[in-house]
């Protein structure tokens, strides 16, 4: 079993940054796969960013060059580093944990993300 709590969303400003965190407990964490999704209002789900346990990123093409994803397995936890925020980055904010030797994923509770205009 993992847990997976999301932290450090809240409300800024177009061109402003955030960074939000992904603390894991249960489980080892170096053996999951890690990603950050997310949700507006009336869309669906979409991968923002994911780190495999190797370390390698791949990122969703609206965020290339203004997010970063990266993980500290001794922390346990998860970063998506995000500049130049625009008001279509407003979503929900989850967090995902897939195990290498599992077929199930487990998903934080989200985290808000607003950015006025």
């Known amino acids: 079993q993992v847990q997976l709590v999301e932290s450090g969303g809240g409300l800024v400003q177009a061109g402003g940054s955030l960074r939000l965190s992904c603390a894991a407990s249960?489980?080892?964490?170096?053996?999951?796969?890690m990603g950050w999704y997310r949700q507006a209002p009336g869309k669906q789900r979409e991968l923002v960013a994911t780190i495999s346990r190797a370390g390698t990123t791949n990122y969703a093409d609206s965020v290339k060059g203004r997010f970063t994803i990266s993980r500290d397995n001794a922390k346990k936890t998860v970063f998506l580093q995000m500049t130049s925020l625009e008001p279509e980055d407003t979503a929900l904010y989850y967090c995902k944990g897939s195990p290498w030797y599992d077929s199930v994923d487990y998903w934080g509770q989200g985290i808000q993300v607003t950015v006025s205009s």
């Open positions: 249960g489980s080892s964490f170096s053996a999951l796969r």
